[in-house]
Every structure is written in structure tokens, then in C-alpha cells.
């Protein structure tokens, strides 16, 4: 899902950014995660990034089960030593 959802261009195979611009989210606390994502979704941003982010039409219509299902992915990966 992580994958499909384009999450992987920006934030890595693994959840480590692939640009200093796009934040690590491997090991990030689940809920701070989805809490981001449903900012960037809903557009409380106002970031240039995000807002490009947010008219890709596979990243505006990730749901809450899609969401939940990436976030717990995410803390699951440990980040490189």
C-alpha cells in the first residue's frame, strides 16, 4: 500500500526520505503519521510540496483504513543505524 499510494517516491523504500525536503517517516509514532496525512489530504497545508502532493489524484483519495494501514507499516521499520 505504501508503495501504490506513491508514498515511496519521496519518502524512500524503507521510510527514509530519498531529499532533505520530504521528512523520514520510518519509526514515527503511528498517530502523529496519520495525523499528517490527513492534514496534507485535507489541505491544511500550505507548503508548495504539499500542495502538489494533494492534487495527485492517488495521494487525494487515500481513506482513514488506508491511512491507519501505512501509518502502522511506518513504525514498524526501524531506521538505519
Same mark, same amino acid.
Given at each position: &500500500?505504501?508503495?501504490?499510494?506513491?508514498?515511496? $517516491?519521496?519518502? *524512500?523504500?524503507? *521510510?527514509?526520505?530519498?531529499? !532533505?525536503?520530504? !521528512?523520514? &517517516?520510518?519509526?514515527?509514532?503511528?498517530?502523529?503519521? %496519520? +495525523?499528517?496525512?490527513? =492534514?496534507? #489530504?485535507?489541505?491544511?497545508?500550505? +507548503?508548495? &510540496?504539499?500542495i502538489?502532493? $494533494?492534487?495527485? !489524484? %492517488? %495521494?487525494? *483519495?487515500?481513506? =482513514?483504513?488506508?491511512m491507519?494501514?501505512?501509518?502502522?507499516?511506518?513504525?514498524? #521499520?526501524?531506521?538505519?543505524?
Amino acid at each position: &500500500l505504501y508503495s501504490y499510494k506513491f508514498c515511496i $517516491t519521496c519518502h *524512500g523504500q524503507q *521510510g527514509i526520505s530519498v531529499a !532533505p525536503n520530504y !521528512p523520514n &517517516l520510518a519509526n514515527q509514532n503511528e498517530s502523529y503519521l %496519520v +495525523n499528517q496525512m490527513k =492534514d496534507i #489530504i485535507e489541505k491544511r497545508r500550505s +507548503n508548495k &510540496l504539499t500542495i502538489l502532493m $494533494t492534487e495527485h !489524484p %492517488v %495521494v487525494s *483519495g487515500i481513506n =482513514d483504513e488506508e491511512m491507519s494501514a501505512i501509518a502502522a507499516h511506518m513504525t514498524k #521499520i526501524k531506521k538505519a543505524p
